[in-house]
């Protein structure tokens, strides 16, 4: 690939998590992965839109005069979409993975689906914020199914417990978010949006309407995946990135 490509990890997440992408996709790859604002510290963060953290991000790469190919996981995505739709920086070709840009459902019609979703994220941080020490474990059994979070690792567990402030913040940025249908169908790149079969049926139905809506869409289902997908189907989303790139 001729241009560097940006992959963006998830909330709460480490930039390691696209360790397994980055070795497939192969070593004529320059791939940049950013963290997230105030990731992965113990200090509070700071409130920030995802909006500015799309910023962010783009003022530490510098100048991309020839563009970029850009990837994002789950609310990584919802950032990556945001650095697409404000033009800071000339994207190529867009892979958002799982992201969980639940306002989009909002703008594109499915009011239903996207209630849902916030009464059980509204659940969460009110739970979060009241001190219950397992409150993420809300969070993770949404995305990965009932009783995800007691079956993860002590050290898993752990490190989401002390990201919960973190995960919190970047929660009601989402909600905060505001997309614009004919903005997003603006978009010119190609986007390529992976869900996982096992995964819940919202993460589909953003993948598909998003698909729908922009000018070059293309909706992926990855079989068996949920939405830990960068680590049991990094060769599936190696691909995926490098075929949407052929597309450019």
Do not use: C
């Not at 910023?55 to 919802?78: E, K, M, R």
């Not at 978009?187 to 729908?212: D, K, M, N, W």
Request: hydrophobic share 45%; no cysteine.
């Amino acid at each position: 690939m001729n241009r560097p490509i940006v992959l963006i990890h998830g909330s709460p997440g480490k930039p390691s998590a696209w360790k397994g992408v980055i070795k497939a996709l192969g070593e004529d790859v320059t791939a940049i992965t950013p963290s997230l604002p105030d990731h992965n510290q113990t200090y509070p963060p700071r409130d920030r839109e995802t909006a500015a953290m799309a910023a962010a991000i783009v003022d530490d790469l510098g100048p991309q005069p020839d563009g970029i190919v850009l990837g994002g996981h789950s609310y990584g995505g919802n950032v990556a979409l945001q650095i697409a739709l404000a033009n800071h920086v000339p994207v190529a070709a867009l892979v958002l993975v799982e992201p969980v840009a639940l306002e989009t459902l909002a703008a594109l019609g499915e009011e239903t689906a996207y209630a849902d979703a916030k009464t059980a994220f509204d659940s969460y941080v009110r739970n979060a914020k009241a001190g219950e020490t397992d409150a993420i474990g809300m969070m993770i059994d949404f995305w990965f199914g009932p009783g995800a979070f007691t079956r993860m690792p002590d050290q898993v567990q752990g490190f989401l417990r002390g990201q919960t402030p973190v995960n919190v913040r970047d929660v009601e940025a989402a909600f905060r978010e505001r997309y614009i249908r004919e903005t997003l169908a603006a978009l010119s790149a190609p986007v390529a949006i992976a869900y996982g079969t096992s995964s819940p049926a919202v993460s589909e139905l953003i993948a598909q309407r998003l698909a729908a809506t922009v000018k070059h869409g293309e909706a992926v289902p990855l079989d068996g995946a949920d939405h830990g997908m960068l680590a049991t189907h990094a060769p599936q989303l190696a691909e995926l990135i490098r075929s949407t790139v052929a597309r450019v």
